[in-house]
């Protein structure tokens, strides 16, 4: 017996390209910085971060982290979107994709003398701001701490911290 069933109008899923995916979410954190702050200092880094790495340019010129930020922001700041396979526990184990993002991020902030700031967003979720527990955001009492010195916020409302949180 054989089956008269026409699968040929069945689509398959659209592939989403998680470079466009992570370059639209940057462009969305530089407007949330730049409206919040009154400026238009904030853009996206070229080639995203890996600019400074792997071009040869004078340290004057070299940007770290994924968005460049005006000279006094206290922060160097690393952008994810996406990563729906991480969750709660992703914060326990010390080898995910997400502590990784902290140490590349870490890794920058040193090179440019600035705090790290990863800025974190999954699918149909809150956006997160990851910073060290030595930073104190004075007005924010709802955060997770974690055993590896590193806060958890709502970028929502760490975003409404007053200006000194975030400029020297």
């Not at 979720?125 to 955060?143: D, E, G, K, R, S």
Request: glycine share 4%; net charge positive.
């Amino acid at each position: 017996m054989e089956d008269d069933f026409d699968i040929s109008r069945i689509k398959k899923k659209k592939k989403i390209n998680s470079r466009t995916k992570g370059s639209t979410f940057e462009r969305k954190i530089c407007k949330i910085l730049n409206e919040r702050f009154n400026t238009t200092e904030f853009s996206r880094s070229p080639g995203s971060g890996a600019f400074a790495t792997t071009h040869s340019l004078p340290e004057h010129l070299k940007i770290y982290g994924d968005l460049i930020t005006p000279e006094t922001f206290k922060y160097c700041i690393e952008c994810k979107k996406g990563y729906n396979h991480l969750n709660l526990y992703s914060l326990f184990n010390y080898s995910s994709d997400l502590w990784k993002f902290v140490a590349q991020c870490e890794k920058d902030s040193k090179k440019c003398c600035k705090l790290p700031m990863i800025i974190f967003k999954q699918d149909r979720q809150p956006t997160l701001a990851i910073v060290p527990t030595h930073v104190q955001f004075l007005q924010m009492n709802n955060y997770i701490e974690t055993k590896n010195g590193y806060r958890l916020y709502m970028f929502e409302e760490l975003i409404k911290c007053w200006d000194s949180m975030w400029f020297d």
